[in-house]
Nanobody
Framework: QVQLVESGGGLVQAGGSLRLSCAASGRPFSNYVMSWFRQASGKEREFVAV????????DYVDSVKGRFTISRDNAKNTVYLQMNSLKPEDTAVYYCASKTAIRYYRDRAEYEFWGQGTQVTVSS
């Protein structure tokens, strides 16, 4: 089992920044691909960003490219999502997710472990 706990959400004005953290415990963190998903009210949960086990490879949904940065610190068992230039359409509950080996990392059904989520609200 892997336990994931997100933090860092909150209310911010459009154009502002937030940094989300996801702390993992349980099995060795460095074995896991880590991703961030988000779910806006009334919408399906969508892929936001992914980072490989070593941190060498990342990918993002087009709508956040150039604004969000995913990173990880394997020594601290933590993955981060730095969100800059936030827009009202970024408002959602943000979840981190993990899996040891993933074929289609944008597919939420691939993931084995999920955190409880943290709310991000961007006001206009």
């Amino acid at each position: 089992q892997v336990q994931l706990v997100e933090s860092g959400g909150g209310l911010v004005q459009a154009g502002g920044s937030l940094r989300l953290s996801c702390a993992a415990s349980g099995r060795p963190f460095s074995n896991y691909v880590m991703s961030w998903f988000r779910q806006a009210s009334g919408k399906e949960r969508e892929f936001v960003a992914v980072i490989s086990q070593s941190g060498a490879t990342t990918d993002y949904v087009d709508s956040v490219k150039g604004r969000f940065t995913i990173s990880r610190d394997n020594a601290k068992n933590t993955v981060y999502l730095q969100m800059n230039s936030l827009k009202p359409e970024d408002t959602a509950v943000y979840y981190c997710a993990s899996k040891t080996a993933i074929r289609y990392y944008r597919d939420r059904a691939e993931y084995e472990f999920w955190g409880q989520g943290t709310q991000v609200t961007v006001s206009s």
